[in-house]
């Protein structure tokens, strides 16, 4: 799906800080992105997939300000922030890895910078969401982006369904395509103002999580 025109979504105040502008990664990010509008895209997509449309009731209106942090650390990126303004943090470290590596390190920045701009609007189920689900939907929204890294496999077999990050990501997809689209837009806004709860998933499509894992797992082993 094409995003919606820039001006009809609510979009946020985007912002950059640097604190090493000598650091190699930060180089190769200016070189290969432009912050804003690598940024406004992520927004796009995440809003995109998540709501469909700026007329959605269920649009998160509190997030004034998204502030991209390009610097040193361990890790990948991660999100942080109140209701009102949240900050992403992406490791410029990771970065200098990637291009080592020979990857399409642009493309992996804009699927990192999506996947973390979903913890910016999703919902959580007041905090009591399983963590693997909350990566889960934003592997979900970077995979629907068209943004997957090469490592990516939908046919891996998961512990467990909550395992996060793809792996949720491909169950979710496969509920998707099974249950009609929008199934996980709709189990996203199911966690707007309620507690976590398993129940959720039946009321989606009507089967019992257990029983739709089992579904999955066997349809997995036999591709």
């Known amino acids: 799906m ?7 979504w609510p979009y946020p105040t985007l912002s950059l800080r640097i604190p090493d502008l000598a650091h190699p990664g930060v180089h190769t990010f200016l070189r290969l992105l432009d912050a804003h509008t690598a940024l406004t895209l992520a927004v ?22 998204v502030m991209l942090v390009l610097r040193s650390m361990d ?7 109140s209701e009102t303004h949240k900050e992403i943090h992406l490791s410029v470290d990771y970065i200098v890895k990637k291009g080592e590596g020979g990857e399409d390190v642009g493309r992996e920045i804009m699927g990192v910078l999506t996947h973390e701009m979903v913890h910016c609007y999703q919902y959580n189920a007041r905090g009591k969401c399983p963590g693997g689900l909350v990566e889960g939907i934003a592997d979900f929204v970077r ?34 395509n099974r249950y009609g689209k929008g199934t996980v ?38 591709q």
């Open 2 to 8: 094409a995003p919606t025109p820039p001006s009809a």
């Open 44 to 65: 796009e997509s995440t809003l995109t997939h998540l709501y469909d449309t700026p007329a959605n009731p269920n649009l998160p209106q509190t997030v004034g300000s």
């Open 75 to 81: 890790g990948v990126a991660y999100t942080t922030g």
């Open 143 to 176: 995979l629907h982006a068209d943004l997957a890294p090469p490592h990516w496999s939908p046919h891996s077999v998961p512990d467990k369904w909550d395992a996060g990050y793809q792996h949720t990501a491909y169950f979710l997809d496969w509920l998707e």
């Open 185 to 222: 837009r709709e189990l996203n806004v199911l966690m707007k103002e309620r507690e976590w709860e398993e129940n959720i998933f039946r009321e989606l499509t009507g089967r019992k999580l257990g029983k739709l894992w089992k579904f999955y797992i066997e349809l997995l082993k036999v």
